[in-house]
C-alpha cells in the first residue's frame, strides 16, 4: 500500500515512518512531486489537518494523511494553538517561536500546557477519517536537550521523568507523544481495511 503523508518535513518523517505497519509505502510530498506550499487557512487543528490531507488527494490522486500540531499553554488561554508553527511571525522559526513563548511566560507560575496533534486521512475513496493524540505536560525555564524540533527542547511532559522532549530519544519520545497517538489511531485503523 502507498500512502502519502502531507510533509516534507524530514524530522516528522523520522519520526512517523517506525510507527508505520510493515509493508506500507511512505511517501513525501517531494515523493509525488509536490512542491508548492499547501494550504492551511482553517482555525483549527482539525480542519488544517483535512485541508491539506484532501488538498493532495484531489491534486495528486494519491491517498494521503496530514497533520496538525498545535502546543496548548494555560496560561495563555490556550496559545499559540494551531498558530504553533508561526507563533513568532510567518518565517515559521521554531527557535523565534521559542524565544517568544519563553519571554510570554517569564515569571509565570503556572506553566502547565499539552501538544495536540490530529491526523486527517484522505482515501483514495474520497473518505475523510481523523485520529488525534495529545500529552500533557509543562513548559520548562529555559531550552533543554538537541533533539527533536520545534518546541521540544522547552516541553516536558507530565508522564515522563522531567526531560524534554529534546532530551529524548526519538524512540522515548514516540512512545509517549501526541503525534505517536494520532499515529497509532490511524495505524490501528488502516491495520484494519
Known sequence: MRLCFAS??????????????????????????CHEELPETQD?????????????RQHYGVAC??????????????????YSARYAGPQRL???????LLQELAGQPDRSARFRTVVALAGADGIMHEFAGEVAGVITEDRRGTAGFGYDPVFAPTEGDGR?????????????????RAVAGLVAFLNEE
Open 8 to 33: 516534507n518535513n524530514a524530522h516528522k518523517l523520522d519520526e512517523i515512518r517506525p510507527l508505520l505497519p510493515a509493508g506500507l509505502e511512505l511517501l513525501s510530498l517531494a515523493d509525488i512531486g
Open 44 to 56: 483549527t487543528l482539525e480542519g488544517n489537518a483535512r485541508q491539506k490531507a484532501e488538498y493532495v
Open 65 to 82: 494523511f496530514a497533520d496538525d500540531t498545535g502546543l496548548e499553554v494555560t496560561a495563555l488561554n490556550g496559545a499559540p494553538g494551531v
Open 94 to 100: 521554531a527557535e523565534d517561536n521559542v524565544a517568544k
Open 164 to 180: 524534554t522532549f529534546a532530551e529524548m530519544s526519538g524512540a522515548e519520545k514516540n512512545r509517549i507523544s501526541h503525534r505517536a
